[in-house]
Antibody, heavy 122, light 107 residues
């Protein structure tokens, strides 16, 4: 079964850091680009960051640029999001999602995890 | 940055009716890099349409997408009870982004 499972969410104070992980299974992980997409409860979807199949190209939303870093370990079938200098407005459910091709752009997102919740609060 | 605006925000229809959802881009979307997703409460989004008009695997043929350039449409030909959900359009060019969503509710 094709599956993505996120972990690493939690409660953190403003200015703090958190590292999210996404474990992939059921498909050849290094054939696909990957993204992180977040959603504030009751609100819409926001693309956060993406990475190509081999990690050589990454992209970020303006709202997180310079604070978040996406990476992947193809040997471990895992995607990561290092989140630094967290703000209250980063509070959301964070999904990892698979692009239907080797790049995070140029392809729709055909497999999604259920998400991990990040709460930034003092 | 391409901004996507969906309309209407909420659409109230009855099962069996036809639904037409709109997505307008602030600038042309290259090569029809436009997708539609369905999201139900407590669930992750599901890819319905990619390339503006291609159905994703397993998506019923009552769902169809059309459009190019800056104007795109998702049509559900005859609404089934399970189709009532929130729908998002997404452009997946070099800097992906989503529309704000259209809530399709039972009238």
């Amino acid at each position: 079964e094709v599956q993505l499972v996120e972990s690493g969410g939690g409660v953190v104070r403003p200015g703090g850091s958190l590292r999210l992980s996404c474990a992939a299974s059921g498909f050849t992980f290094d054939d696909y680009g990957m993204s992180w997409v977040r959603q504030v409860p009751g609100k819409g979807l926001e693309w956060v960051s993406g990475i190509n199949w081999n990690g050589d190209n990454t992209g970020y939303a303006d709202s997180v640029k310079g604070r978040f870093t996406i990476s992947r370990d193809n040997a471990k079938n895992s995607l990561y999001l290092q989140m630094n200098s967290l703000r209250a407005e980063d509070t959301a459910l964070y999904h990892c999602a698979r692009a239907d091709g080797p790049y995070y752009y140029y392809y729709g997102m055909d497999v999604w995890g259920q998400g991990t919740t990040v709460t930034v609060s003092s | 940055e391409i901004v996507l605006t969906q309309s209407p925000d909420t659409l109230s229809l009855s099962p069996g009716e036809r639904a037409t959802l709109s997505c307008r881009a602030s600038q042309s979307v290259s090569s029809s890099y436009l997708a539609w997703y369905q999201q139900k409460p407590g669930q992750a989004p599901r890819l319905l349409i990619y390339g503006a008009s291609s159905r994703a695997t397993g998506i019923p043929d009552r769902f169809s997408g059309s459009g190019s350039g800056t104007d795109f449409t998702l049509t559900i030909s005859r609404l089934e009870p399970e189709d009532f959900a929130v729908y998002y359009c997404q452009q997946y060019g070099s800097s992906p982004g989503f529309g704000q969503g259209t809530r399709l509710e039972v009238k």
